[in-house]
């Protein structure tokens, strides 16, 4: 019993556990979890350090590297004597990074600082301080004072993301100085208009660049740096005391005549240069436009076509002439005041039976003009619109210009050659019409007007100078009768209580256009224009004047065709051009001998436009300089002479038969009486120069 108790008892015998094959299994495991890791590390090293190496070393140069933008100046805009109209200069925008700005406090301490330097209200600014654009302009062309202020508040307060960005600044000396021509530019310098948007490109300049490499704690070393090339210096032809006086003389007559608005062109027709191109209402390329269809931002002169009335007839007769239909002295019958087209009846103005040519053109009848039209013949008279540059762009270096409207031959009706003969059915440019006066003025030759002289690069390479582009549109004999009867037209005709050039022969055409509204003419609303060239005999001024619907009085003769008087009163004596009549040139040779007679240092005289230069001392005072023919019954109104010479004041004064009292000398910059007041002959008139 006790040896089964004891057999009861015995342990079984024990197995073995098997933990060295665990263990072995276990540093299997491990093993090739670790050869799988190094293959993934040694794999993503390899796409790292060998497919993606070009990428991330470009981002690890980003990193180190460190490049700044200089600037380019925008290039100069200078009138045809380099005066500036358009310049820029370097000035200080501020940003900020919100990235960086990004902690509540930090954007709040940024909004107390700077609010009041940029003019802000704190919690304004602290609200466009919301968000996280790595770029926001905060205000932009600071000036110097405010500059400073905004880097001394952003160091005193560690402002972290707030930065000064140089940018360039357009600036226009002149405000509102032929505004139309040069036009403006953004925010971004991006011309928008004028001669700023046609030639964006080369005014523009090269931006520059400093580059440096920055160590980890971020300080620079290998720096170097690619200068900005400033734009190019782009001269236009226009004259910026000329300008400036057609300006004020169309804004007078605007205001006067209480008109919608005017436009002027001076050009001179043996070059194309224009001079003067001004457009009333106008604008000051300074300020920012409220809105993109600002239309006083409009170069109308150019862009803006409109019927002519009878200054078309220029073409009408020139065909005629050009034919050989008509002499100045032949006989035509105007109609007694209407003409009869297929069904339509053409009523004129004015009921003209028989007259000369010449009359008929001076007198503007419109039955007179229509019948040597219908002599040409539609095709031929076609042919004379486009030879005239009619229905065609003039290709003038500005953009907006208008072709104008001249309907194709197929699409005239039977009455139209009447219509078209007198400006109507026809829709012209103030451009286009003063480049058919001046193809008149140049022997028969058309030749296209140009506005930029030159275009110069900064280091002296011409990049732009025009070609003179020509064409006969009229022999040079039609051309001269033309000349004559267009002389009519200022000694017997619509213009003959307007025009009063002393010395001076003119020669030109009335218009006195209706407006059309709604595909109908209007017959309350006008656009009186005068076109023509002086001096008639040498023609060296080329003028176009239009006055958008006048109040009251609307005829060319007497609402444009004064302002043309004025306007080529200020260019003549301006350019010091020499009257064509014997008689007054003989006067205003006794005035000069007088004038070199006198007392004082002698002067040597260079004729620089109309300028005069002392080369010895100052000439002091000149006194009591008396005219050559005195008319007590004649009254004027006294000219502005600021910024003319001695010759061209002297020579306006003789003109006007006052006393001349002339003190120092270069350019007139002060007078007596002033500019506007009337005077009469033998007066004494005092004017200033330096």
Not at 236 to 259: F, G, P, S, W, Y
Not at 430 to 449: D, E, M, S, T, Y
Request: include cysteine; charged fraction near 25%; hydrophobic fraction near 40%.
């Amino acid at each position: 019993m006790e040896r089964t108790r004891q057999r009861k008892t015995r342990q079984p015998a024990r197995r073995p556990t098997g933990r060295p094959a665990d263990a072995g299994r276990r540093a299997l495991w491990i093993g090739a979890a670790l050869c799988v890791w190094m293959f993934m590390i040694m794999g993503r090293l390899a796409w790292l350090q060998v497919a993606r190496h070009d990428h991330y070393s470009e981002r690890a140069a980003l990193n180190q590297r460190k490049e700044v933008k200089v600037v380019a100046a925008r290039g100069p805009i200078v009138d045809r004597d380099e005066r500036e109209l358009a310049v820029s200069a370097i000035a200080d925008s501020v940003y900020v990074d919100l990235k960086q700005l990004k902690e509540e406090p930090d954007r709040e301490r940024a909004a107390r600082a700077l609010s009041p330097l940029l003019g802000f209200d704190q919690s304004e600014l602290l609200k466009r301080l919301t968000g996280d654009s790595s770029f926001l302009w905060l205000k932009r062309k600071l000036d110097p004072q405010t500059s400073q202020a905004v880097n001394e508040a952003v160091a005193k307060n560690g402002l972290r993301g707030v930065a000064i960005q140089k940018e360039s600044q357009r600036f226009y000396p002149n405000n509102s100085l032929a505004a139309s021509v040069i036009g403006y530019v953004d925010s971004y310098d991006n011309g928008l208009a004028g001669v700023e948007q046609k030639y964006d490109d080369l005014l523009s300049g090269k931006a520059g660049e400093i580059a440096f490499d920055r160590d980890a704690l971020g300080r620079p070393y290998n720096r170097s740096e690619t200068p900005a090339a400033p734009g190019a210096q782009v001269v236009l032809t226009i004259d910026a005391i000329l300008q400036h006086k057609v300006e004020v003389l169309l804004d007078e007559a605007v205001r006067m005549t209480r008109a919608k608005g005017a436009g002027a062109i001076v050009m001179d027709p043996k070059t194309g240069e224009i001079l003067a191109l001004a457009n009333v209402p106008t604008f000051n390329p300074n300020e920012r436009p409220d809105g993109a269809n600002d239309s006083s931002r409009a170069n109308r002169a150019i862009g803006w076509p409109y019927e002519p009335g009878s200054i078309f007839k220029i073409v009408t007769y020139a065909a005629a002439f050009e034919e050989g239909l008509f002499e100045p002295d032949d006989m035509i019958n105007c109609g007694g005041g209407q003409i009869t087209i297929g069904k339509r009846v053409i009523r004129d103005t004015h009921a003209y039976g028989d007259l000369t040519i010449e009359d008929a053109f001076a007198k503007s009848s419109n039955g007179g003009a229509i019948r040597v039209a219908m002599r040409v013949g539609r095709e031929k008279f076609f042919e004379y619109i486009s030879r005239f540059g009619f229905g065609r762009k003039t290709g003038i270096e500005l953009p907006g210009e208008s072709r104008g409207i001249v309907n194709p031959l197929e699409d005239w009706r039977i009455d139209s050659i009447g219509s078209v003969a007198i400006g109507q059915e026809v829709s012209v440019t103030l451009l286009q019409i003063v480049a058919a006066a001046g193809a008149i003025a140049n022997r028969g030759v058309w030749i296209k007007p140009h506005i930029v002289k030159k275009v110069v690069a900064q280091d002296g390479r011409a990049l732009y100078e025009p070609k003179v582009e020509t064409r006969q549109v009229v022999s040079e004999r039609t051309a001269q009768m033309m000349v004559r009867i267009m002389e009519r037209v200022v000694t017997h005709g619509t213009a003959r209580h307007a025009i009063n050039l002393a010395g001076y022969s003119v020669a030109g055409k009335t218009g006195t256009p209706q407006k059309v509204e709604n595909k109908r003419m209007s017959q309350t609303k006008y656009m009186p224009s005068f076109a023509g060239f002086v001096p008639a005999a040498d023609p060296r001024l080329a003028i176009v004047v239009m006055i958008d619907e006048p109040e009251g009085s609307h005829l060319g003769g007497s609402v444009a065709a004064p302002v043309f008087n004025l306007i080529a009163e200020a260019a003549l004596g301006d350019y010091v051009i020499p009257p064509d009549d014997k008689a007054f040139r003989d006067s205003l040779a006794a005035l000069s001998k007088e004038y070199e007679s006198e007392d004082g240092p002698e002067l040597r005289v260079e004729d620089r436009g109309s300028r005069i230069e002392d080369q010895g001392s100052k000439i002091g005072a000149v006194n009591n300089l008396r005219p050559a023919i005195l008319d007590p019954a004649a009254v004027f109104v006294m000219p502005d002479f600021r910024g003319r010479g001695v010759r061209a004041v002297t020579q306006a004064c003789a003109q006007m038969n006052l006393v001349i009292s002339l003190h120092g000398s270069g350019l007139a910059f002060r007078q007596s009486p002033a500019a506007g007041t009337k005077v009469r002959a033998g007066e004494t008139c005092k004017v200033e120069f330096q």
